[in-house]
């Protein structure tokens, strides 16, 4: 049997996506190969733990992902070279709002800019402040490697090339469908080259449609990361899916589904979301798109949920409302003003975020009690030792058929912790994108604190 095969029999004695206890599988590098059984073995036994058993009498002693290993997950869709929109014609705002967001990656098109294109120095200023672009390249035969080659050092900010765009449905590679798909991967071996000569990540090409990833054949030779786009259709982030299950039992539409979709064509290559994102609007009657409110918390939670189910990285789909692509998406409207969502996800990443990953972080001992199956947590450490558990319920906030709000019941929950460490301060966000923060003491050894749909951030300090 081979370690594919373990994988799959393991996986489908029951380890789906309601029963995935994603919080121990967080995996801290940018590119990661699952290429031997005994990280298999142990990434499965891993989700094997429920939730529950945290929340068993003794303490249990956790392992801590660094803090910064989630922001360097993190990026958001942009399109600098659409000469006729605000990303080219309004510079300051874009790079200004990329500053401020925290982000640490964009995803934009690679192409053989006029030499005295602004693109390049506005590649430059992103490198310069650590902002680093997965580019795309188009289906385009006449594209070789020594021109990506040449191209990489005048932007500075290459950090990753990406295979052509939803060539199954877009009709811009030659063909769609079996033609679309076929036209893609002929592409691999190039960008292969190009990859290993700049000693940068290869990602797959994307596909819309889950059965193209089959279609396109075994493809795990020619690259280094695999490619999906992961939508939920107005459904919160850790949806259990919504449509008929694969061979694993794992329901269309969940996390679990796409890792196993991305599988299909790249077997133990791990996956970047290349795109997640959310319809949204001030207010809104149209089935299937948020209120902003919504949204806040559903990007938060993608990018969370994303680290969790081990994404390489998670690109938020896009920064900004501009007419030639659907409207909605943005997390700044057509005019730059800030969605909550904006707000909310550069908070989070701010609050997060630390120095460096260069230091080895540890367990922390400690047991939730109360709550149910719907609350979530990440625990998080930083170079300076405070380890941070992010909570949350994971439930839907929205009817997505009925474009109604849904209650969500907030939980109140217990946090025990050894001797040696207390809570410290609590930072709860809300629907704005802001937070509060107050004093999270302990009373012999015990914190109570409630939680809610919408993050919670409790610093643990040593005392």
Same mark, same amino acid.
């Given at each position: 049997?081979?370690?594919?095969?373990?994988?799959?029999?393991?996986?489908?004695?029951? &380890?789906?996506?309601?029963?995935?206890? %994603?919080?121990?599988?967080?995996?801290?590098?940018?590119?990661?190969?699952?290429?031997?059984?005994?990280?298999?073995?142990?990434?499965?036994?891993?989700?094997?733990?429920?939730?529950? %058993?945290?929340?068993?009498?003794? +303490?249990?002693?956790?392992?801590?992902?660094?803090?910064?290993?989630?922001?360097?997950?993190?990026?958001?869709?942009?399109?600098?070279?659409?000469?006729?929109?605000?990303?080219?014609?309004?510079?300051?705002?874009?790079?200004? /709002?990329?500053?401020?967001?925290? @982000?640490?990656?964009?995803?934009?098109?690679?192409?053989?800019?006029? /030499?005295?294109?602004?693109?390049?120095?506005?590649?430059?200023?992103?490198?310069?402040?650590?902002?680093?672009?997965?580019?795309?390249?188009?289906?385009?035969? %006449?594209?070789?490697?020594? #021109?990506? $080659?040449?191209?990489?050092?005048?932007?500075?900010?290459? $950090?990753?090339?990406? *295979?052509?765009? $939803?060539? !199954?449905?877009?009709?811009?590679?030659?063909?769609?469908?079996?033609?679309?798909?076929?036209?893609?991967?002929?592409?691999?071996?190039?960008?292969?080259?190009?990859?290993?000569?700049?000693?940068?990540?290869?990602?797959?090409?994307?596909?819309?449609?889950?059965?193209?990833?089959?279609?396109?054949?075994?493809?795990? %030779?020619?690259?280094?990361?695999?490619?999906?786009?992961?939508? &939920?259709?107005? =459904?919160?982030?850790?949806?259990?899916?919504?449509?008929?299950?694969?061979?694993?039992?794992? *329901?269309?539409?969940?996390?679990?589904?796409?890792?196993?979709?991305?599988?299909?064509?790249?077997?133990?290559?791990?996956?970047?979301?290349?795109?997640?994102?959310?319809?949204?609007?001030?207010?809104?009657?149209?089935?299937?798109?948020?209120?902003?409110?919504?949204?806040?918390?559903?990007?938060? =939670?993608?990018?969370?949920?994303?680290?969790?189910?081990?994404?390489?990285?998670? &690109?938020?789909?896009?920064?900004?409302?501009?007419?030639?692509?659907?409207?909605?998406?943005?997390?700044?409207?057509?005019?730059?003003?800030?969605?909550?969502?904006?707000?909310?996800?550069?908070?989070?990443?701010?609050?997060?975020?630390?120095?460096?990953?260069?230091? /080895?972080?540890?367990?922390?001992? &400690?047991?939730?009690?109360?709550?149910?199956?719907?609350?979530?947590?990440?625990?998080?450490?930083?170079?300076?030792?405070?380890?941070?558990?992010?909570?949350?319920?994971? #439930?839907?906030?929205?009817?997505?058929?009925? /474009? =109604?709000?849904?209650?969500?019941?907030?939980?109140?929950?217990?946090?025990?912790?050894?001797?040696?460490?207390?809570?410290?301060?609590?930072?709860?966000?809300?629907?704005?994108?802001?937070?509060?923060?107050? !004093?999270?003491?302990?009373?012999?050894?015990?914190?109570? +604190?409630? @939680?809610?749909?919408?993050?919670?951030?409790?610093?643990?300090?040593?005392?």
């Amino acid at each position: 049997m081979n370690d594919l095969s373990l994988l799959r029999k393991l996986k489908s004695a029951g &380890f789906s996506c309601q029963s995935f206890d %994603s919080s121990h599988n967080a995996r801290y590098s940018r590119i990661g190969r699952l290429s031997s059984i005994t990280a298999l073995t142990i990434a499965v036994a891993l989700c094997a733990i429920p939730l529950g %058993s945290l929340h068993a009498q003794t +303490l249990v002693a956790e392992q801590a992902a660094p803090a910064q290993a989630l922001i360097n997950t993190s990026g958001v869709v942009t399109h600098l070279t659409y000469t006729d929109t605000a990303y080219y014609t309004n510079w300051p705002g874009v790079f200004n /709002a990329l500053q401020a967001l925290g @982000v640490k990656h964009i995803r934009d098109g690679y192409g053989n800019y006029p /030499a005295n294109s602004p693109l390049w120095s506005r590649h430059q200023q992103l490198n310069n402040i650590g902002i680093t672009t997965d580019y795309v390249v188009t289906y385009d035969k %006449s594209i070789t490697a020594q #021109a990506i $080659e040449q191209f990489a050092p005048k932007v500075t900010d290459m $950090e990753a090339i990406e *295979a052509a765009n $939803e060539c !199954d449905v877009s009709g811009l590679c030659g063909g769609t469908g079996t033609t679309g798909i076929a036209n893609a991967v002929s592409m691999l071996p190039m960008l292969h080259t190009a990859a290993q000569y700049l000693h940068v990540p290869l990602i797959g090409p994307s596909f819309v449609n889950p059965g193209s990833y089959a279609t396109a054949g075994n493809i795990a %030779s020619n690259i280094d990361l695999n490619n999906l786009h992961i939508y &939920f259709g107005g =459904r919160n982030p850790g949806s259990a899916g919504w449509g008929a299950p694969d061979a694993l039992g794992n *329901a269309y539409g969940c996390w679990n589904y796409w890792y196993d979709v991305s599988w299909t064509d790249a077997p133990f290559i791990s996956p970047v979301a290349t795109e997640s994102g959310y319809m949204s609007f001030p207010t809104t009657a149209t089935t299937y798109t948020l209120p902003e409110s919504v949204q806040t918390a559903y990007v938060q =939670r993608t990018m969370l949920l994303a680290f969790m189910h081990g994404y390489q990285e998670t &690109f938020i789909y896009q920064l900004m409302d501009e007419p030639t692509s659907p409207a909605g998406y943005g997390l700044l409207r057509p005019d730059m003003t800030q969605k909550p969502a904006f707000i909310g996800l550069s908070n989070m990443l701010h609050l997060l975020s630390d120095t460096d990953t260069s230091f /080895a972080p540890g367990k922390l001992s &400690f047991r939730i009690s109360g709550g149910d199956s719907k609350l979530n947590h990440l625990l998080f450490q930083k170079k300076d030792g405070t380890y941070w558990l992010v909570l949350w319920v994971e #439930a839907p906030s929205w009817d997505p058929a009925t /474009a =109604r709000p849904l209650s969500v019941a907030p939980e109140n929950i217990g946090i025990a912790l050894d001797s040696t460490y207390t809570t410290s301060k609590n930072y709860q966000f809300n629907s704005s994108g802001s937070y509060y923060t107050f !004093d999270q003491p302990m009373n012999n050894g015990w914190a109570s +604190l409630t @939680v809610t749909d919408q993050i919670s951030v409790i610093k643990i300090v040593a005392k």
